[in-house]
C-alpha cells in the first residue's frame, strides 16, 4: 500500500485559488491511479477529481470542471489539486485517494490520507 499525506487546505476568499498538495510514500507510486475527494459533515464523500497512473487522462466532477485541475509528478511521489475560482460551497476536507485503476467511486480506492480542510468565504 501507499501511505497519503495532504497539504496545502487553508482559508481563501470566494474566487481565490489554493493549491492541495498530496505526497506519497511506499513502493510503486507511478501503478496508482490518484484522486481527490471532498467531504462536508454530515454529508457523504464526494468524487472530485482523478488521474490515471501516466497523468495522461484525466475526469472531474461536474461541479468542478473548468475550475480544478489535478496533475502528479512520477518522479516527486506527489499529486496536485489547483482549485481556482473558488466558491462557499467547495469548502470541506479535502482527501488524496489512491486506486488501482481510475476510477471515480470511493470503494476502488484502497490507501486515504487524512484530509486538510478547505474553507472558503463569502
Known amino acids: 500500500q501507499v501511505q497519503l499525506v495532504e497539504s496545502g487546505g487553508g482559508l481563501v476568499q470566494a474566487g481565490g485559488s489554493l493549491r492541495l498538495s498530496c505526497a506519497a510514500s511506499g513502493r510503486s507510486f507511478s501503478s496508482y491511479a490518484m484522486g481527490w475527494f471532498r467531504q462536508v459533515p454530515g454529508k457523504e464523500r464526494e468524487f472530485v477529481a482523478v488521474?490515471?497512473?501516466?497523468?495522461?487522462?484525466?475526469n472531474y466532477a461536474d461541479s468542478v470542471k473548468g475550475r480544478f485541475t489535478i496533475s502528479r509528478d512520477n518522479v516527486k511521489n506527489m499529486v496536485y489539486l489547483q482549485m481556482n475560482s473558488l466558491r462557499p460551497e467547495d469548502t470541506a476536507v479535502y482527501y488524496c485517494a489512491a486506486a488501482n485503476s481510475r476510477s471515480m467511486f470511493e470503494a476502488d480506492f484502497s490507501s486515504w490520507g487524512q484530509g486538510t480542510q478547505v474553507t472558503v468565504s463569502s
Open positions: 488521474i490515471s497512473r501516466s497523468g495522461i487522462n484525466t
